[in-house]
C-alpha cells in the first residue's frame, strides 16, 4: 500500500513536459481528472462555555483536572466540530458526503481545490443509515465526478482514495479492494452494511470522500476504518450512494420502496420438504395484503432464489437488495415453486401511509398516539400475547425512545418502524409514572 500525496500548485494540474508524460500512469491520470470534485468540508457547533465566579484564584492549569462549583452558563461561542471530504455529484453545487461529517455542524464550510475561497454549505437532507448526507454550495460552474457501477467490483482490483485526513489536503492514497459486502458495527445500535473493504490507507478526515476505480470512475464513497486494524477501510457502494441521493435530493429523507414480502432462511426440513435441491435462497411466509408482491402473484411458501440477477443466501441478502431499490423501480424475481421455477416483475412503490400502523400492531402489538406539545408517543393498546404485552408494556406508557432514536413524534415513531423491519428484537425506552425504564423486545422480523 502506497500513499501519494500531491501539492496543488500549477503544475499539478497544469500542462506536464515529455518526462512527466512517461511516468503518467493510471493513477495520476484518474487523480488529475477526479481532484477537482473533491472538496474539503469543516463543520462548528455553537456551545455555551461555562464561567467560574472563582476562576480568577485558581490557575488555569487545573481546569483541565477540576469542576469547580458555582460555574454558570457562559456565552455562546462557535467550535471545531469535524474535519471531512466530500464528492461533487452535480454541477450546481450539490456534494455528497458523510452523515457523520455534518452531524451536529451549526455551520458548514465547503473548500475547493484550487480556490482560497470558503464557501457556506447548506444540508439538504441527510440518512444516518446509510451515513450519507448533501450539501449545497453556491456555484454553478463545478467539475463533477464520473460515476462508475459497484455491482460487477472485483476483489483485488486496484482503488485510489483521495480526502482530507488529518487536514491534509487532498492526500491520495492506492490500494486494493479487498472484499466486498462486509458489515461494519458503528456502535451499539446502528450497522453498515454491503460495504467495500479497501486496504488503500483511510484515516480521520478522509471520511465523504471517493473511492474510485483505476479509470477515474467514483464506484465508493469513504465511511469508516476499523479501530482495531491498519490497512481496513470501508466505503459505500456507489450504487447505493447514488440511490440515496437521488432519495435526499427529493425528499431531504430517505424513502424506502415497499415489496411486501415477509421471508425466512431456508432450513434442512423445508428444503426437503419442498423438493428444493439449491442451498442458496430465502421462503416467503407472508405476502401484505394489497402489496406490490401480491399484484405480481408472489406467493407463501415461493423460495426466491434471485432477485435483480443476484442470487440471495440469507434474509440479511433480501433486507440489503431492498435498501437499494427505488420506488417505481422494476425488479425481476426468480423463484421456486411446486417443483418448478417461475420469474415474476415485481414494481416497487412507496409505504402505504397506515403501513407503519400496521407493522407496530403486527410485530409489537402497539397501538400508540401522538401527545401535542409533549415528547413521545403514548401507548393505548397492547394486544394480548404479542411481544409488547409478554414484557409488561401497558396502555398508558410512553415510548420515549426505540434503540438510540429518541421519539419526539408519531413520524419519528414511524419511521423506526420502518428500519425495524429487519430486526428481531429493539431496546425500547418507557414512560411509567414519572420514571423511564429500558426493556427489551422481541418481534417478528418485517417486510
Known amino acids: 500500500m502506497r500513499t501519494l500525496v500531491f501539492l496543488y500548485s500549477i503544475l ?8 512527466q508524460a512517461s511516468r503518467m500512469s493510471p493513477v495520476v491520470k484518474a487523480v488529475r481528472e477526479v481532484s477537482p470534485a473533491v472538496v474539503n468540508i469543516s463543520t462548528e457547533a455553537v456551545q455555551r462555555s461555562r464561567t467560574n465566579p472563582f476562576a480568577k484564584y485558581f490557575d488555569k492549569f487545573f481546569d483541565e483536572f477540576l469542576d469547580l462549583p458555582g460555574e454558570t452558563p457562559g456565552r455562546l461561542q462557535a467550535v471545531p466540530l469535524h474535519l471531512g471530504s466530500g464528492v461533487v455529484f452535480r454541477r450546481d453545487g450539490y456534494i455528497l458526503t458523510n452523515e457523520h461529517v455534518i452531524l451536529k455542524a451549526s455551520s458548514i464550510a465547503v473548500h475547493l481545490a484550487g480556490d482560497d475561497r470558503d464557501y457556506v454549505g447548506r444540508l439538504i437532507g441527510a440518512d444516518p443509515d446509510t451515513d450519507l448526507a448533501i450539501i449545497k454550495i453556491d ?8 460515476v462508475g457501477d459497484s455491482s460487477d467490483l472485483m476483489i483485488g482490483e486496484a482503488v ?4 482530507n485526513p488529518y487536514g491534509l489536503s487532498h492526500t491520495v492514497t492506492t490500494g486494493v479492494v479487498s472484499a466486498l459486502g462486509r458489515s461494519f458495527r458503528v456502535d451499539e445500535d446502528r450497522i453498515y452494511r454491503n460495504l467495500v473493504q479497501t486496504d488503500a490507507s483511510i484515516n480521520p478526515g478522509n471520511s465523504g ?5 483505476i479509470l477515474g470512475e467514483l464506484i465508493g464513497i469513504t465511511t469508516a476504518i476499523h479501530s482495531k486494524g491498519k490497512g481496513i477501510g470501508f466505503a459505500i457502494p456507489v450504487n447505493r450512494a447514488t440511490a440515496v441521493f437521488e432519495e435526499l435530493l427529493a425528499f431531504g429523507e430517505v424513502h424506502e420502496a415497499w415489496i411486501g414480502l415477509a421471508v425466512q432462511d431456508l432450513g434442512p426440513q423445508i428444503v426437503a420438504a419442498l423438493g428444493y435441491d439449491r442451498d442458496a435462497g430465502v421462503i416467503v411466509r407472508e405476502v401484505d395484503r394489497g402489496s406490490p408482491a401480491e399484484a405480481a402473484d408472489l406467493l407463501t411458501g415461493d423460495i426466491i432464489y434471485k432477485i435483480a440477477g443476484k442470487v440471495l443466501e440469507s434474509v440479511k441478502d433480501y433486507a440489503d437488495m431492498l435498501r437499494n431499490v427505488r420506488r417505481g423501480e422494476k425488479i425481476v424475481f426468480d423463484f421456486f415453486r411446486q417443483g418448478g421455477w417461475q420469474q415474476r416483475v415485481v414494481i416497487a412503490r412507496p409505504f402505504p401511509p397506515d403501513f407503519a400502523e400496521q407493522t407496530s400492531l403486527s410485530s409489537l402489538g402497539l397501538v400508540v398516539e401522538g401527545q401535542p406539545g409533549v415528547s413521545g408517543v403514548l401507548v393505548t393498546k397492547v394486544r394480548k ?5 409478554r414484557i409488561g408494556v401497558l396502555p398508558g406508557d410512553v415510548v420515549r425512545q426505540i434503540d438510540s432514536q429518541v421519539i419526539e413524534s408519531l413520524e419519528d415513531y414511524a419511521k423506526v418502524m420502518l ?29
Open 209 to 213: 470522500g471517493p473511492l474510485l476505480n
Open 385 to 389: 400475547g404479542a411481544p409488547a404485552h
Open 160 to 163: 485510489i482514495a483521495i480526502g
Open 139 to 146: 456555484r454553478a460552474d463545478l467539475p463533477v465526478v464520473r
Open 419 to 447: 428500519r425495524l423491519r429487519f430486526k428481531d428484537h429493539a431496546v425500547l425506552a418507557l414512560q411509567r409514572n414519572n420514571q423511564i425504564h429500558f426493556v427489551t423486545v422481541n418481534f417478528l422480523r418485517g417486510r
Open 12 to 19: 499539478a494540474w497544469g500542462n506536464i513536459n515529455g518526462d
